[in-house]
């Protein structure tokens, strides 16, 4: 009777097992297309995709909640790498997230600057840095160019300019370099 206890046993503990396996199998192959999805993505974290940032957005591309052509700031390079990535046709961008630009970073006016710190919070690249009541500055190696810091912005200092050369653009990953 014992051996049976003990066989048992080690057949639930097997199947358990088993079961635990492939769970984390799926979800490993699941994560691992979201990151493929991301590494598309131009990572400026503007939400003009209508998720809050590309993490985001690469998830629901993977769950088939969004489509492929949602991400103004990666334009065509975005939607051809994605079309690539997953097999799908390439659609022309969606009108109704926006148009595609040159890159572009944010240009703070320090002389009209008055330090009231509201560009800071909603930078997602942490690229704007400064104090209270004291001129701020962007990093434009940092800046994506996503102008979520411009409409806070009470006293209209915040431009965008395009980005110049010696600042490195984003491009989707090549094929070979994607996970």
């Given amino acids: 009777m014992t051996w049976l206890a003990l066989t048992s046993l080690l057949l639930l503990c ?30 400026t974290q503007c939400a003009q995709c209508h998720f809050p940032g590309c993490r985001p957005y690469a998830e629901a591309i993977a769950d088939g909640r969004a489509g492929i052509n949602q991400c103004p700031p990666g334009g065509d390079a975005t939607i051809h790498a994605l079309s690539e990535l997953l097999g799908v046709e390439a659609l022309p961008l969606d009108k ?3 148009v595609s630009k040159p890159p ?17 919070p909603p930078c997602p690249v942490d690229a704007i840095v400064g104090s209270g009541k004291l001129m701020h500055t ?16 009470p006293v209209d200092c915040i431009s965008l300019v395009p980005a110049t050369a010696e600042i490195t653009q984003w491009r989707p990953a090549a094929p070979e370099q994607r996970s």
Wanted: charged share 15%; glycine share 10%.
């Fill in 14 to 43: 097997l199947a358990i097992g088993y079961g635990f396996a492939r769970l984390g199998n799926s979800q490993s192959s699941e994560e691992t297309l979201i990151e493929r999805i991301n590494d598309c993505l131009p990572q």
């Fill in 96 to 98: 109704q997230f926006g």
């Fill in 104 to 120: 572009l970073v944010a240009l703070i006016d320090e002389a009209v600057c008055i330090g009231c710190t509201l560009c800071i």
């Fill in 138 to 153: 962007v990093i434009a190696e940092d800046c994506t160019g996503c102008e979520l810091c411009i409409a806070p912005c």
